[in-house]
């Protein structure tokens, strides 16, 4: 096919929704599926108690020793060749299987997130106060993908599948943009298609979308003065915080609806009659557009410098995290959309329905969602630019290479991320269960992208033509390396 007929189908098949490069007929055999998803089957228990381990340990972005050495030693046990490339990242790693093209990569998080430690009970009950909890079910998700993986390899030992399979260990994805330097290492530059998944209240595809995030931490350098006796000899640090935060406020009128700007204090001082000589604040913001998250940004950073001229005080400002949205791809989504599609959902037990029931009466009752929603498809649809969304180091990586993902129902019904809510589910069976749908979605996604070159070559053209139009942009300085305490810099 000449190029611009094969770009003009790419096209299509990226505005016309559900619909495939390949037949029915000419994908992997049904009754290969049904293997596939028998070998899924077949090691779920095991990747299972691995999801409940990893949530047990629930460690901290860069310090996920005990959840990276799980996994590597499963996939280790399972065949794969494991390689630490990055010393400056050391819970990164990846694990390889095979040779020659293409190369299939599949994403796998472990981190957890500070302060929503939680038992697997529908009540607020932490573990342990103020402790680390899995709440966004980063548990299941580095399992989930281990298990595809592993029935992945399974499927081309018996097949003689030509062909490499790489599985990404990707650590601190909760703020520290852990897949942005794996990126900048070179470790996807070889890579052919990469696929992910995430856990949520409901299942579908993942399309593109995602907010690009910028984060920083904002340092003010004051003057210390007693603050009764002698207050004028005093430079206020944090007074340059709060003018800072004030600031941001006004500016909210004048961004793009659909930017989002949060923050917290994190140092304000040691006493009430000490003028504070250091004050922090911890700032994200995003954008659905990177390009309009850059202007943004730079209004921040002016609310910042204004501040510190205010209350004659400096600023230092340290970049954090960046992480870019998610490309869309047209082929690969039409796929994706028929493999989970075939995989179908999955139905409450009897307990897990009474779990979720006592669960959902901690939410508002606007949030409340129906059962269906386990076992029901999400169909395909373009990304809502306004709708509510998060954000991920995934992003990075689809500006590189064409990248496709699934959610999976595994929060009970109207259950957000980064809440106890989600923490409890993500650490019993509907979690668990929610689990498998990824991990059959993933694995039959591989399949076939290995069976079919040209849904590749399609995909690659598609991310090819959308960056002609735009820019990739991460504010992280080139130099920077990993912050391995990027919670306490």
Known sequence: MRGIDRLAVVMALALSGPVCLIG?????SSSEHKQIIALVNKNAAQYQQVSKQIWDFAELGYHEQKSSALLQEQLRAAGFKIE??????????????????PVIGILGEFDALPGLSQEASPERKPVVDAAPGHACGHNLLGSAAALAAVALKQHMDNKHIAGTLRYYGTPAEEGGSGKVYMVRAGLFKD????????????????????????SAKFTFHGVAAHAAMAPDRGRSALDGVM????????????????????????KGGVAPNVVPDLAQVFLMARSPSGEALGEIWERVLKCARGAAM???????????????????????????????????????????????????KSLPPSAIGHFEKTSAIVPLRPVDPNAPAASTDVG??????????????????????????AA??????????????AAKALALMGADLYAHPEVIAAAKLDLQSQ???????????????PLLNYREE
């Open 243 to 266: 003018l800072m935060g004030n600031g941001v406020e006004f500016l909210r009128e004048h961004v793009p609806s659909n930017t989002r700007i949060h923050y917290i204090i994190t």
């Open 84 to 101: 630490t490339p990055m010393p400056d990242m050391p819970t990164a790693f990846v694990a390889s299987y095979g040779s020659g093209q």
């Open 396 to 421: 990075d990586i689809s500006w590189n290479v064409p990248t496709i993902g699934f959610h999976s129902a595994t929060f009970v019904p109207g259950v957000a991320a980064h809440t106890w809510q």
């Open 310 to 360: 205010m209350t004659d005080t400096t600023v230092d400002i340290k970049i954090i995290s960046s992480d870019t949205n998610i490309v869309s791809n047209g082929p690969l989504a039409a796929l994706a959309q028929k493999e989970i599609e075939e995989v179908g959902g999955f139905t409450y037990s009897p307990a897990e329905k009474q779990f979720a029931e006592e669960l959902q």
């Open 191 to 214: 890579v052919d298609v990469v696929l992910h998944w995430h856990p949520a209240d409901a299942n579908g595809v993942i399309n593109g979308g995602a907010l690009a995030v910028t």
């Open 424 to 437: 409890a589910s993500a650490g019993m069976s509907i979690g668990q269960e929610g689990m498998l749908i």
């Open 467 to 481: 960056l002609k139009t735009m820019t990739y942009r991460s504010a992280i300085p080139a130099d920077q390396k």
């Open 24 to 28: 029915q007929s000419s994908r992997a």
